[in-house]
């Protein structure tokens, strides 16, 4: 079986700290997923990578970095987290070419106060 | 704009009462439609990837189908365990295996 770990359920950050958000996957994907879930907007990609080193951007990448050292962890980075930035952050990943099915992590909640 | 929609919001069943979650989309070239379950306080977890048209797959109690502009979920006689939110999502061509999700279903079974 697939499997995405998270490395914290529940943070709760104070705002202008930095946060960091890792995910480990032990499929040797080559594509990782950064997502943020909010009631009513569904999943919206932050950042993704296809390889090591490498980032595009998503759909709201703005006050987020990412980092992928090593294939197997994708770090999510909050520079100076904001209470807009309070939400449910999903990862994910997957392998080109085996129907592109992204496997998820069980997410970390975050709350900015 | 590649866009997915899914109706109703939320549904709420008697046990036994089939009914069909709907997936609407519009993407500049469909790769695959996925269907997610989520449960609350969980990640989602796949369901379902249909490739083309007329293609359908099923699972115990549902079954997903696929025409040019939409899919169906179709959940035959639920059961309370099968209550949680249902997330559909489109792949587009060229899209470096990115996902465009709906914002879910979330059903509810009661006994």
């Known amino acids: 079986d697939v499997k995405v770990t998270q490395s914290s359920r529940y943070l709760v950050k104070r705002t202008g700290e930095k946060v960091f958000l890792e995910c480990v996957q032990d499929m040797d994907h080559e594509n990782m997923f950064w997502y943020r879930q909010d009631p009513g907007l569904g999943l919206r990609l932050i950042y993704f990578?296809?390889?090591?080193?490498?980032?595009e951007k998503g759909d709201i990448p703005e006050g987020y970095s990412v980092s992928r050292e090593k294939k197997e962890r994708f770090s999510l980075i909050l520079e100076s987290a904001s209470t807009n930035q309070t939400s449910m952050y999903l990862c994910a990943s997957s392998l080109t070419g085996q129907g592109n099915i992204q496997y998820f992590g069980a997410g970390t909640r975050l709350s900015v106060l | 704009e590649d866009q997915v929609t899914q109706s109703p919001e939320a549904l709420r069943l008697q046990e036994g009462e089939s009914s069909s979650l709907n997936c609407s989309y519009t993407v500049s070239g469909l790769r695959g439609l996925f269907w997610y379950r989520q449960d609350p306080g969980k990640g989602p977890e796949f369901l379902f990837t249909l490739y083309s048209a007329g293609e359908e797959k099923e699972k115990e109690r549902l079954k997903a189908t696929l025409t040019k502009k939409e899919s169906f979920l179709h959940i035959t006689a639920p059961k309370p365990e099968d209550s949680a939110t249902y997330l559909c999502a489109v792949q587009a061509s060229g899209g470096y295996n990115k996902l465009i999700f709906g914002a879910g279903t979330r059903l509810a079974v009661h006994p």
């Open positions: 990578s296809y390889d090591v080193k490498m980032k």
